[in-house]
């Protein structure tokens, strides 16, 4: 008690856990534009159990549909190591941790398909013939441009997110994996729907006042390059950029921890195909993935719809890292390091 | 900007003005509950001017209807000195101020009716038979029970905060008073929806955030007692409580500021019969009156609606609250006052 009365975000992380539900809302069917509001307002996620069972993509769409329909494409793959696109790394021969973005190539789409499934029964240590992870996973509206002839099979945005919030998804993306890639625990400006269409999901979720929790650091770029041999290098960025990114993983609570992390409490869902998440603006997010039990691949949308800056939300998250910041200098200050 | 750097509550407030509009937004209809749930989300005020025009009471109340219909009810009115129920006030004869309740009786509705009227064009100071302040203010849904036979001149709710919000109104309450009375800077755990009847009333707004510039203090109770003369005599609660109270006055602003009060940006309205205010939940308001030209009263008539307290809102005054005051235990032990 007597931390707490000295300790604002101690207070803060205690009163938002007594006033907030520690598990996620499920609904049964999709909500209203006016409900679905309300949980805007309260920032808070739910999942809607099949609400998009009916969709051409849930019905239709397997590896056989898939390669068939995008015979002739060549899409974007994000090629990593380990399955860590955008993920802190340690950089090799050194003891700086980046943040590794993947080697991006074009690779014949029914080829990059039959490589995940291949993949999907294998245990790591991988073979050499598959130990690379291979991801679609651009998160820049692909599914109307490099997946347009996709497209058709979802609907352009959900009803009642565009209706509540007023305008049309900021981006529609989709993502094609197996279970060797995870999405590191990161967050988003942007109201997310989530649709679940072949395997599974895995969502660690954190609220955006975990944030003095996670441990975030300024973390210099790397990315991993294709070297003559074929052999992906992680090479640091040239430009010296620092990117900030969570070290702390909810999954190994112990590493990395910071003061605060005991008192955030992770939601876990899963999504089912046909499932979707609401996963609300600035929420902290660790995604890993199941393949489906036939063709071992994983396939998800999502839907971005632009946050609102005004109102308490933004400036909750602004106020909870400036005082974090002053705390850790302060801290810094006493212990020297000055 | 250096001050800012070090000064979590001088970003917060500066990130707010930048994102936040600093006048009121002015409807011209009512909004849907989606519309109005929007500005839930956002905490933010607006006015819809005319919305209650076809309303019973701003049809058909006047003075004479309203001491018709009540020509044989007495209500709890409250009286002061100086208008001023529920304000900071010097505790004569002391260095306190204190927070001053009103002295409270029951009078025949006709004759504190005429009172208000007759006192309604006198200026201060005011003549020994009008020198007392009256108010019809008992915020303990009045309007169902007290004015009970006036309350089918109004809707029991307003339908699009009642589906919006999904819950009927906590309370609805009628205040009826002239241009003496003032009510002070404070804030409500409460969704509001204020509605003019007669004359104006002229709201000075902060927003939830502006806490650490209003200056709170915790101030002793007392109240009013009329004297065996009749005089209104102010004294101290004998429990010794204390509440916290705004001691800085958005329309005296050099007066009782804190190094924050000039952050703070006032949202002025002034509401004509007919009108809506919706006052989002936690903001400060300041509100004083003008009487209808003809009769020299004032009438207005709000809704409070239970708020949110999951969500980003009440987690942001918790911290901003935290935060300056561990500010100020600091600045007091550096001053050696500890």
Request: contains cysteine; negative net charge; hydrophobic residues 35%.
């Amino acid at each position: 008690m007597e931390d707490q009365v000295n300790d604002p975000i101690a207070t803060l992380l205690t009163t938002y856990n007594e006033l907030n539900s520690a598990s996620i809302e499920t609904l049964y069917e999709e909500p209203s534009p006016l409900e679905f509001m309300r949980y805007v307002a309260r920032n808070t996620p739910f999942v809607v159990r099949g609400a998009a069972s009916g969709w051409k993509a849930c019905q239709e769409w397997n590896a056989e549909y898939l390669k068939a329909a995008l015979k002739d494409s060549e899409v974007n793959v994000a090629v990593t190591p380990y399955g860590n696109a955008d993920a802190p790394t340690p950089l090799p021969d050194t003891d700086l941790t980046v943040f590794a973005k993947p080697h991006e190539e074009l690779q014949p789409f029914p080829s990059f398909l039959t490589y995940l499934q291949q993949q999907s029964s294998l245990t790591v240590p991988l073979p050499p013939s598959h130990s690379e992870i291979r991801y679609a996973q651009t998160q820049d509206n692909n599914l109307p441009h490099e997946y347009a002839l996709l497209a058709s099979s979802v609907p352009p945005s959900i009803p009642f997110a565009r209706i509540a919030l007023s305008r049309l998804p900021d981006a529609t993306n989709l993502w094609i994996g197996n279970s060797h890639s995870v999405t590191a625990l990161h967050k988003d400006n942007y109201e997310n729907i989530y649709v679940q269409v072949l395997g599974q999901k895995h969502f660690v979720l954190l609220p955006p006042v975990a944030s003095p929790g996670v441990n975030e650091r300024l973390l210099k770029g790397a990315r991993y390059k294709r070297s003559d041999k074929g052999e992906l290098e992680l090479v640091l960025d040239e430009d010296g950029g620092e990117v900030p990114f969570a070290m702390w993983d909810p999954d190994v609570p112990e590493k990395h921890a910071t003061k605060y992390s005991r008192l955030v409490r992770p939601i876990r869902v899963t999504l089912d195909p046909g499932d979707f998440l609401y996963l609300p603006a600035m929420w902290y997010h660790k995604v890993s993935q199941t393949g489906c039990a036939d063709e071992g691949i994983c396939v998800a949308i999502n839907y971005w719809y632009d946050m609102e800056f005004s109102g308490p939300l933004y400036c909750l998250d602004t106020l909870v890292r400036s005082v974090d910041e002053k705390r850790k200098a302060e801290e810094n200050k006493n212990d020297g390091v000055e």
